[in-house]
């Protein structure tokens, strides 16, 4: 069945043009006059061929005007691609397309085969968001929809990152059906959901006695996608042994299965994704660097929904459609102040959350309608708050002997800072003289008051005083100075002093510039 478009008449030399172009190219198409033409047009009601909805709408004038707001109001709520012709006057074409909430738009005047190439990309997509399920309209969704079609055709692998629920194996699944290989397998593997020891198992098979409990041999998923695509889901949380291995797969195409001998060779198309930015698991250390490079050749990144409000009431419309279809309910919709509320909340769950709610309300309303006192009170009062991912600093290697020096001095300190303390109580004041120096005189006086808890007296050794904000290298730094005062610069001895080696203090004289 051909595609339909819908043609308003606003500009009747150019709909009549367009309307030309587009039967030739096949597609079934309408010229519509008046504002309810189109509504019922929108609702699959009216302009003929049973009342089949539209795929798109060309806009060819009047956009500035009220009925078209309407019109395009009523495209949005049934997720309708809208093409607008913007007259060349306008000083932003592009601001007013967005402002408006156009799909996509031209500049007058147009070549009707412009409007058909485009008109025909924007049913394609429309196509790619029911095969796939990812809806919206916002520029986000539209950008991610353009990198799917981008990254289909070819055989690089993919990296999607985004936070859970936004739907990453619904785009992987998108990419495989667009590409050549849509007629193998696909198969996904949730990286994060199998223990360590199974992992491996999983991805590459074993032989047959490999451990116990192997009574027979198994394919893994790599020989099950060979020829298709694989989707590894979590990746990040993949072990450093399996990321060894899953990195000779992309470079070699080839593996072993456990307890196997013989290489393995397969042709799949890997596409990986990650709820956390595998950038920062590579400066924490915990996902080698070679591999995310390897993934990272083709990368797209999915917005969570607080990013895209505006697609929140077409998503809570089809999931109360496809739900109340599901339940065989005869449900109304939703109330306005109820879709407000959810267009307000922040999602930490994203669209999954947003779809499972709807279907508990679907269920649960009893008015056969969603009211704002069917959503529940943690949404309702936005109370729910997003986590924040704070970045460590990458961790540095301590060697053992290293380690042990820093507790060493760690446990001495405490030991001096107890003492200082003692002290301190023992002996509350003490007269100390002060020697004032300015107008060219000097002059003595005695002052009382408690010592300065953070002055070594002349009899004990030189204390090493930790501050707030010190790192571990400055207490090292602090302790190895105060050992070198106490010995008179005689390294020897400064060494057995701190427990360590002599060419261990050397090589700590030179990193810390120590004179």
Same mark, same amino acid.
């Not at 043009?17 to 699959?44: C, I, K, P, Y």
């Not at 936004?166 to 785009?171: I, N, R, S, W």
């Given at each position: 069945?051909?595609?339909?478009?819908?043609?308003?008449?606003?500009?009747?030399?150019? #709909?009549?043009?367009?309307?030309?172009?587009? @039967?030739?190219?096949?597609?079934?198409?309408?010229?519509?006059?008046?504002?309810?033409? $189109?509504?019922?047009?929108?609702?699959?009601?009216?302009?003929?061929?049973?009342?089949?909805?539209?795929?798109?709408?060309?806009?060819?004038?009047?956009?500035?005007?009220?009925?078209?707001?309407?019109?395009?109001?009523?495209?949005? @709520?049934?997720?309708?691609?809208?093409?607008?012709?913007?007259?060349?006057?306008?000083?932003?074409?592009?601001?007013?397309?967005?402002?408006?909430?156009?799909?996509?738009?031209?500049?007058?005047?147009?070549?009707?085969?412009?409007?058909?190439?485009?008109?025909?990309?924007?049913?394609?997509?429309?196509?790619?968001?029911?095969?796939?399920?990812?809806?919206?309209?916002? #520029?986000?969704?539209?950008?991610?929809?353009?990198?799917?079609?981008?990254?289909?055709?070819?055989?690089?692998?993919?990296?999607?990152?985004?936070?859970?629920?936004?739907?990453?194996?619904?785009?992987?699944?998108?990419?495989?059906?667009?590409?050549?290989?849509?007629?193998?397998?696909?198969?996904?593997?949730?990286?994060?959901?199998?223990?360590?020891?199974?992992?491996?198992?999983?991805?590459?098979?074993?032989?047959?006695?490999?451990?116990?409990?192997?009574?027979?041999?198994?394919?893994?998923?790599?020989?099950?996608?060979?020829?298709?695509?694989?989707?590894?889901?979590? $990746?990040?949380?993949?072990?450093?042994?399996?990321?060894?291995?899953?990195?000779?797969?992309?470079?070699?195409?080839?593996?072993?299965?456990?307890?196997?001998?013989?290489?393995?060779?397969?042709?799949?198309?890997?596409?990986?994704?990650?709820?956390?930015?595998?950038?920062?698991?590579?400066?924490?250390?915990?996902?080698?660097?070679?591999?995310?490079?390897?993934?990272?050749?083709?990368?797209?990144?999915?917005?969570?929904?607080?990013?895209?409000?505006?697609?929140?009431?077409?998503?809570?419309?089809?999931?109360?459609? @496809?739900?109340?279809?599901?339940?065989?309910?005869?449900?109304?919709?939703?109330?306005?102040?109820?879709?407000?509320?959810?267009?307000?909340?922040?999602?930490?769950?994203?669209?999954?959350?947003?779809?499972?709610?709807?279907?508990?309300?679907?269920?649960?309303?009893?008015?056969?309608?969603?009211? #704002?006192?069917?959503?529940?009170?943690?949404?309702?009062?936005?109370?729910?708050?997003?986590?924040?991912?704070?970045?460590?600093?990458?961790?540095?290697?301590?060697?053992?002997?290293?380690?042990?020096?820093?507790?060493?001095?760690?446990?001495?300190?405490?030991?001096?800072?107890?003492?200082?303390?003692?002290?301190?109580?023992?002996?509350?004041?003490?007269?100390?003289?002060?020697?004032?120096?300015?107008?060219?005189?000097?002059?003595?006086?005695?002052?009382?008051?408690?010592?300065?808890?953070?002055?070594?007296?002349?009899?004990?050794?030189?204390?090493?005083?930790?501050?707030?904000?010190?790192?571990?290298?400055?207490?090292?730094?602090?302790?190895?100075?105060?050992?070198?005062?106490?010995?008179?610069?005689?390294?020897?001895?400064?060494?057995?002093?701190?427990?360590?080696?002599?060419?261990?203090?050397?090589?700590?004289?030179?990193?810390?510039?120590?004179?």
């Amino acid at each position: 069945m051909a595609d339909r478009v819908l043609i308003t008449t606003d500009d009747l030399e150019q #709909a009549v043009r367009v309307n030309a172009s587009l @039967e030739q190219a096949g597609f079934d198409t309408a010229m519509v006059s008046s504002l309810d033409d $189109v509504r019922q047009a929108v609702r699959g009601r009216g302009t003929g061929e049973g009342g089949r909805e539209p795929d798109a709408i060309v806009l060819t004038g009047g956009l500035h005007e009220s009925t078209a707001q309407r019109l395009l109001a009523a495209a949005r @709520e049934h997720a309708v691609s809208t093409l607008g012709l913007v007259e060349a006057t306008d000083e932003d074409p592009s601001q007013i397309g967005r402002e408006l909430g156009l799909t996509a738009w031209l500049v007058k005047p147009t070549d009707p085969a412009e409007v058909t190439a485009t008109v025909r990309r924007l049913i394609q997509r429309r196509h790619l968001q029911q095969r796939t399920g990812i809806l919206g309209e916002s #520029a986000p969704i539209q950008e991610v929809l353009v990198k799917i079609e981008q990254m289909a055709p070819v055989t690089s692998t993919v990296l999607i990152e985004g936070e859970s629920g936004t739907g990453k194996e619904l785009v992987a699944r998108g990419i495989h059906d667009l590409s050549p290989r849509r007629g193998k397998a696909f198969i996904a593997v949730n990286a994060a959901g199998l223990p360590e020891t199974l992992l491996e198992s999983e991805l590459f098979g074993h032989e047959k006695g490999s451990f116990t409990g192997a009574a027979e041999r198994r394919l893994g998923r790599f020989e099950l996608a060979n020829g298709g695509t694989i989707f590894l889901d979590e $990746v990040g949380e993949m072990p450093p042994a399996t990321q060894v291995k899953l990195l000779r797969v992309l470079e070699d195409k080839s593996f072993f299965r456990v307890g196997g001998t013989q290489p393995i060779n397969v042709d799949v198309r890997v596409i990986a994704a990650s709820n956390k930015p595998l950038k920062e698991a590579v400066g924490l250390g915990t996902f080698r660097d070679d591999l995310f490079y390897r993934l990272n050749v083709l990368s797209m990144y999915l917005p969570p929904l607080r990013e895209r409000r505006s697609d929140i009431p077409l998503l809570v419309r089809t999931f109360i459609a @496809e739900f109340a279809k599901q339940h065989d309910r005869n449900f109304r919709g939703i109330t306005p102040e109820a879709l407000q509320i959810l267009v307000d909340a922040d999602w930490p769950g994203n669209v999954r959350q947003l779809r499972n709610l709807v279907e508990s309300m679907v269920v649960l309303a009893p008015e056969g309608e969603i009211r #704002a006192s069917d959503i529940p009170r943690d949404i309702r009062e936005r109370t729910r708050t997003l986590p924040m991912r704070i970045a460590a600093p990458p961790p540095r290697e301590i060697a053992g002997q290293e380690l042990e020096f820093i507790f060493r001095s760690l446990v001495e300190l405490k030991m001096q800072l107890e003492d200082l303390r003692r002290r301190i109580e023992e002996r509350p004041s003490e007269r100390v003289e002060v020697i004032e120096v300015g107008g060219g005189s000097e002059r003595s006086r005695q002052i009382e008051g408690s010592l300065d808890p953070l002055a070594p007296s002349p009899e004990s050794p030189t204390p090493v005083i930790y501050k707030p904000g010190m790192s571990m290298s400055d207490v090292e730094r602090a302790a190895i100075d105060a050992a070198l005062r106490e010995t008179h610069g005689n390294r020897r001895k400064a060494a057995e002093t701190l427990g360590i080696g002599e060419r261990t203090l050397y090589r700590k004289l030179k990193e810390y510039a120590i004179d």
